[in-house]
DNA sequence: CGTAGTCTTGACAAATATCAAGGCCCGTGG
DNA sequence: CCACGGGCCTTGATATTTGTCAAGACTACG
């Protein structure tokens, strides 16, 4: 019997493929129950809002696949990525505390994601001690994200920032595979021009130790570590 | 009849200058009551460590005066100044997660802060929801402040970080004072050499828009907020 | 007094931004 | 089907900004 394919209902979050990873780890059954029919499927679309900065906030959204780039802006234009939500991340916890967004939620690749009414984890918390120790966590994370994007993405010439920038995204395990960004969005994670980025990036495949193709980057992670320290 | 002046008791949590603004503003005087003898007022000499990135973390302190940078270092000897915390501001909130202290925590302005043990929060933590909810602030807090500095401390022009910093330090009502920090440290906020720091400053000085003395800056916030623009 | 540290300034080198052009891919509409 | 336009990436030439190195002034402190 199939069911509406844009509503996530109770036995779907049983069956979460990140459910081990996600926000509702360490729920019981009977704490998953409240859940039940409130949480709504979204498929991210490239390109696409998720929300955008200074609406009201009445959802948090869990990443269950794709990629989602946080986006701030200055009185004068100029713009900068902030945050990169990968699956099994949290988006907008900013909403549970009756703030508006803070950012800009894009898709950049193709994905789906939870929207989850602050009401439902309000309710969830009141029951729940640890939800409370899970969003601290969220938040902690998002916070030591930010900071590491200051002083490694930050900071340093524009080829150390694009290095560093690839090995924070590729996999530590594996060939080093990393998912694919516009030259321009790699600027804007970096503080430095479209122009800068690629330059940048160009040297490092010629140097044989970046490529890319449709699926993404590779990268040669030990050679690419040896060259941002000196 | 005198008390140890290195304890602050309970009558002394009640005294608190910055009771309304701080971490425990919501809670009850039976909750205060458990705090008794257990946070540690400790004072803050410029130069000195509050504590150290990587130590093992027991404790949160909040700070009641005075100015504290917190440091964070790249493998290569660099090092940015990721935050600062002033009067009322909480630090080492990751201890109440059981994760070792993230930063360097370096005196930059005298003062005096207070040292709450974990388990101590922890017990706050069990009786009274209202605490959660301000922890929850205070990490959004750090976090919005952190994702401020990508987007406003680290794009642009030396000489519009520098206005920004300005901007962002001083008083919003009043003549917008701010407090001192030295060239190196402007620098380290901002991604930039101290000299080309130092040069902003002195341009900005020259142009009437910025001034010193031994309390600290003194800026006009309108005119500074013109020459952001362009 | 020296000494050490910071701030400032200058001269120069290096990195980055800016402006411009060409190639490539892709979707659209004639 | 093909021509066209719009993005995006790349590269080059050039201007601007920033980093680097060095020196002198000043302050704080023993």
Redo the contacts with the bound molecule.
């Keep these: 019997m199939p069911r509406k394919a844009a509503w996530c209902d109770l036995s779907d979050c049983f069956a979460c493929t990140i459910r081990d990873s996600a926000l509702f780890s360490g729920l019981r059954e009977a704490d998953l129950a409240v859940v039940h029919g409130a949480i709504e499927e979204i498929p991210l679309r490239p390109g696409h809002w998720l929300y955008r900065g200074g609406q009201s906030a009445d959802s948090v959204f869990t990443v269950r696949g794709g990629l989602v780039k946080l986006v701030q802006y200055l009185p004068n234009g100029d713009h900068r990525i902030v945050r990169i939500a990968r699956s099994s991340d949290v988006l907008g916890l900013e909403a549970t505390l009756r703030q508006p967004y803070q950012h800009d939620a894009i898709v950049v690749q193709a994905g789906l994601a939870c929207r989850i009414p602050i009401e439902v984890l309000d309710e969830l918390n009141a029951r729940n001690p640890a939800l409370h120790q899970e969003l601290m966590r969220r938040w902690q994370s998002a916070l030591s994200e930010a900071e590491a994007w200051l002083t490694e993405l930050s900071t340093?010439?524009?080829?150390?920032?694009v290095i560093r920038l690839v090995l924070r995204l590729s996999d530590e395990q594996g060939r080093g595979s990393a998912p694919l960004?516009?030259?321009?969005d790699m600027?804007a994670m970096l503080?430095?021009?479209?122009?800068?980025?690629?330059?940048?990036?160009?040297e490092l495949?010629?140097a044989g130790l970046l490529g890319?193709d449709a699926r993404g980057f590779w990268c040669d992670r030990e050679a690419l570590a040896q060259r941002v320290t000196d």
Tied chains: 1, 2.
């Design positions: 340093g010439s524009a080829r150390h920032r960004f516009s030259r321009k600027g503080g430095v021009t479209t122009e800068s980025a690629s330059r940048a990036v160009a495949k010629r890319e």
